[in-house]
C-alpha cells in the first residue's frame, strides 16, 4: 500500500482504516493464541 501525503484528505481518510485493521488483527492474533 502506498501513501501519498501529498493528499492530506486521504491520509485522513486512510487512518482510521489503518488503526481498525491493527485492531482487529491485533485480536486475531491474541484469540488464536
Known sequence: ???N???PH???E???RITVV???EL???L???
Request: proline share 5%.
Open 1 to 3: 500500500m502506498t501513501i
Open 5 to 7: 501525503f501529498s493528499t
Open 10 to 12: 486521504d491520509d485522513i
Open 14 to 16: 486512510m487512518k482510521p
Open 22 to 24: 491493527g485492531w482487529v
Open 27 to 29: 485480536a486475531v492474533m
Open 31 to 33: 484469540s488464536t493464541t
